[in-house]
């Protein structure tokens, strides 16, 4: 089956390129998404929608009121961008110094307008209504729990969000039921030893020498005590110590990020970690401090929600729906699924480029497929009139 974009998204393909241009040369960050929120108030009021400002800080929500009994259905899409000097050179690249769209959100706060433009031509046929959600701050502040604190959930039945991926070609629908993204806890650890001469190590507590048994040490709890048929990861990303090449070091600190997709593994990282810490330590007569904050939780679909979204992006790209894609990345959608039904999927976006194909996300001169855009809101759109006009 080809794909099949709605005529309706079809007729304002170039206004959502537009948009998501637009944004993506003016990217924010964090919960300083100013102008990217009044671009999104503005779009929403000029269509007649109930909107709310300053939700979750800068936050929008703009409610499409239909004329039935139905049930609130909540969409959702973020607007920050992330600290990345872009190397590309698009028409529309950054013009902010060292912030750039380098994970699509530019494209999903597109969608979702995309989505609300046309979805208002059906206002009068809704047997329900329809909440539309753009959050600030998905990218490491946790925007999601300030707006759930703010009240977009409230009288919400079931929510979805979106994520473009340049990990799938374009045409293809990344989705699962249950875990589809994992935990995101981060930590440090402060080695404390006792430096001195490089000729000279007796009496001294290499700090170096303590972090590389730490290090290799840490990564047996992915080997060797968890299920190697349940995804973990525990990484340590950063290490910064020592003053010079004949100075043993007195202390370093290493950071990290530990994932999973259970609580069970959740605890299990943590405890031992805890456990091999005092060891070495004491194996070391080094003094380590250790920190450990949970992150986002993992991002669970309903299998409800799940089976529904199935139903409508199929209409849209055929076979081409329910690749069961997992990542070991984290979501703050995790926080509105832990309260409602939801279900959060992925939608191809690798650029047809071959140069770009292999370009990650958080690149300095990430895109997208700007067709991908289309498929995003003709699901969106799509799923609204399954739940909420072709009711059975």
């Given at each position: 089956?080809?794909?099949?974009i ?9 206004e ?50 239909g004329?039935g009994?139905?049930?609130t259905i ?13 190397t ?9 110094d ?5 994970c ?7 969608m979702?307008l995309?989505?609300?433009?046309v979805?208002?031509q ?14 600030p701050?998905e ?11 703010d ?20 045409g293809?629908?990344g989705v ?6 994992a935990?995101?806890?981060?930590f ?14 007796q ?7 303590v972090s590389?048994h ?17 995804s ?9 110590g ?16 530990a994932?999973?997709?259970s ?10 970690m ?11 007569s080094a ?21 529904k ?11 081409k ?34 140069k ?7 690149c300095s001169?990430?895109d ?14 799509q799923?609204?009139e ?7």
């Amino acid at each position: 089956m080809k794909i099949s974009i709605r005529s309706e998204v079809k007729d304002i393909a170039e206004e959502i390129i537009a948009i998501r241009r637009d944004i993506h040369k003016h990217p924010e960050l964090g919960f300083e998404v100013h102008r990217t929120a009044e671009l999104v108030s503005n779009h929403l009021k000029k269509l007649g929608f109930n909107v709310s400002d300053g939700i979750g800080k800068t936050g929008v929500v703009g409610d499409l009121i239909g004329h039935g009994s139905g049930p609130t259905i909540g969409l959702r899409a973020d607007m920050d961008a992330l600290p990345i000097q872009e190397t590309s050179d698009l028409l529309y690249s950054s013009v902010n110094d060292g912030i750039m769209h380098a994970c699509g959100h530019d494209g999903h706060t597109a969608m979702l307008l995309g989505a609300a433009t046309v979805l208002k031509q059906f206002q009068n046929q809704l047997n329900g209504n329809v909440r539309f959600i753009f959050q600030p701050a998905e990218e490491g502040d946790g925007g999601a729990r300030y707006m759930i604190e703010d009240g977009c959930l409230e009288s919400v039945d079931e929510i979805f969000g979106i994520h473009l991926w340049n990990y799938q070609p374009y045409g293809e629908v990344g989705v699962k039921e249950g875990p589809i993204l994992a935990a995101a806890d981060f930590f440090d650890i402060t080695i404390k030893g006792i430096g001195g001469h490089g000729a000279a190590p007796q009496g001294t507590i290499d700090a170096v020498l303590v972090s590389a048994h730490l290090i290799t040490a840490l990564q047996s709890i992915v080997s060797r005590n968890t299920n190697p048929l349940e995804s973990t990861v525990v990484t340590i990303g950063q290490i910064n110590g020592g003053h010079n090449f004949n100075v043993i070091a007195d202390k370093i600190v290493l950071k990290g990020t530990a994932r999973s997709y259970s609580k069970e593994n959740r605890q299990l990282i943590q405890d031992r970690m805890e456990e091999i810490i005092s060891g070495i330590a004491k194996t070391f007569s080094a003094e380590i401090d250790f920190n450990y904050s949970e992150g986002y939780p993992p991002t669970v679909n309903n299998e409800i929600s799940y089976q529904k979204l199935m139903l409508s992006a199929k209409k849209i790209v055929g076979d081409k729906c329910g690749f069961p894609y997992l990542s070991m990345g984290g979501e703050d959608f995790s926080y509105y699924a832990e309260k409602i039904p939801g279900c959060f999927f992925f939608v191809g976006s690798a650029p047809s480029d071959k140069k770009l194909r292999s370009v990650p996300h958080h690149c300095s001169h990430f895109d997208i497929d700007e067709n991908a855009l289309l498929i995003g809101s003709s699901i969106f759109v799509q799923l609204i009139e399954d739940q909420l006009i072709n009711i059975r």
